[in-house]
């Protein structure tokens, strides 16, 4: 309760009040040149302009029906990978955090360049949904069949938008992630209807990334109950349940799986005041701390704990 009225979150628990704590934007933040700290910001802004927008969105025209120009990027944006598209939700973070930072007019030309394709790839395909990849990766993570982690990449996409808006001011992106929450939270309804709750939790036994997290960053913006219980749906409850009861079990969990859904649980303590959140976030870390940290500063090897 206090941290909240610090902070001046969710209205602040007793009303609207004047935050003590409040982050400071990236646009009154600039770095003095000439110093380490800017020669490195300088470094990832000269890398965000060599990127070029037909070869990141090349996968995204193909899967909407539209035509691709140039050549995909390789990688994990291979246009044969499953997760292609992540890569592209993590660059419209970080270049509308980068334009914050900057105000570098080609870098928010490029970005904005990127959204519109998204945006048209978007309308093309008319349902809400956006992906580089087929919808039919979702009909196998509902089946229980094998698929790579499709969630793991909606979340980058879904999070680089909302960044877009939040950050750099972008009201065409905040239109497409709400269209994606409101194609996956019907996706999640049917599933539930179809089968049962249990039957969702079990698709979520694969790297979900922040999904929790995002539709509750979202719910602040769009108030909408559907994106509160859609975030709720991905509070994965066989790991949460642990820390809720401070069972130190956390040995032989998937780390980059779960440390996303712990962030989310913290940010929907932050937005909701539900206080066994912040429990169970302050518990995950004590845990991570006393137990499973390593000198090195890490928690995990082979990216398990």
């Known amino acids: ?41 300088q470094t990832n802004l000269e890398y965000l302009l060599l990127l070029d ?16 120009t140039g050549t995909p990027y390789g990688g994990w944006e ?25 105000h570098n007019d080609t870098l928010r030309a490029k970005m904005s360049s990127v959204v519109d394709v998204l945006n048209d790839c978007q309308q093309k395909m008319g349902t809400g949904y956006l ?10 993570a509902e089946a229980l069949t094998t698929v790579w982690a499709p969630y793991y990449t909606i979340h980058k996409i879904m999070q680089g938008l909302l960044d877009q808006y939040t950050v750099a001011g972008n ?23 179809k089968y049962s709750i249990e039957r969702h939790w079990a698709s979520l036994n694969e790297e979900t990334g922040g999904m929790n997290d995002v539709l509750y960053q979202l719910y602040t913006i769009t108030d909408d109950l559907k ?10 409850p066989c790991f949460l ?4 009861v401070q069972a130190d079990s956390i040995s032989g969990f998937h780390s980059n799986t779960h440390i996303p859904v712990v962030v989310g649980a913290q940010m929907r ?13 302050t518990s995950f870390m004590d845990m991570i701390n006393s137990s499973h940290s390593y000198a090195t500063g890490g928690t995990s090897a082979g990216e398990v704990w």
């Open 171 to 193: 009201s065409k992106a905040l239109e497409m992630v709400v269209g994606m929450a409101n194609y996956f939270s019907d996706r999640v309804k049917n599933v539930i209807q």
């Open 131 to 140: 992906s580089a990849f087929p919808s039919e990766f979702f009909d196998r």
């Open 53 to 68: 927008a037909d070869r990141l969105v090349w996968s995204f025209r193909t899967q909407a029906g539209l035509t691709a």
């Open 241 to 244: 349940g642990l820390l809720a």
């Open 269 to 281: 303590y932050e937005v909701t005041g539900d206080a066994l959140y912040k429990q169970i976030a």
């Open 1 to 41: 309760m206090l941290y909240r009225k610090l902070r001046g979150g969710a209205a602040a628990v007793d009303g609207p009040a004047d935050p003590f704590l409040s982050e400071a934007s990236l646009h009154d933040v600039r770095l003095q040149p000439g110093t380490v700290y800017w020669q490195a910001q």
């Open 227 to 236: 994106h509160l219980t859609l975030a709720h749906l991905f509070d994965k």
């Open 78 to 102: 291979g246009p044969n990978v499953e997760l292609r598209g992540h890569f592209v939700g993590h660059y419209l973070s970080a270049t509308a955090k980068m334009w914050a930072s900057t």
